[in-house]
Nanobody, 120 residues
């Protein structure tokens, strides 16, 4: 029906940068609010940032000033620019989105996740 696919994860040093992407595909008639979550080893999954279709953004306090969420509606793609990375940013980052999908009642979708590792 529909899919969210993350890319751009990897390893970085403290103070470094990574950019994550999340592309929505399938039989879509809308891509609504989108968000990033992350899950550190042994920890609960937590909210990182979100962006509405119109571009309104929210961030968890720990990433404010360091991460920037954006989207390209023409490409059905969301991005997370991560600067000034800290070891505490390590975890699996998941894309989440509300999608309008033809011929289904499901509206909330998750990607499979991409690993981000920040270490010296």
């Amino acid at each position: 029906q529909a899919q969210l696919e993350e890319s751009g994860g990897g390893s970085a040093q403290p103070g470094g940068s990574l950019r994550l992407s999340c592309a929505a595909s399938g039989r879509l008639f809308s891509v609504n609010d989108m968000a990033w979550y992350r899950q550190a080893p042994g920890k609960q999954r937590e909210f990182v940032a979100s962006i509405s279709y119109g571009g309104s953004t929210q961030y968890t306090e720990s990433v404010k000033g360091r991460f920037t969420i954006s989207r390209d509606n023409d490409k059905n793609t969301m991005y997370l620019q991560m600067d000034s990375l800290k070891p505490g940013d390590t975890g699996v980052y998941y894309c989440n989105a509300n999608l309008g999908v033809y011929f289904t009642e499901k509206w909330n979708y998750w990607g499979q996740g991409t690993q981000v590792t920040v270490s010296s």
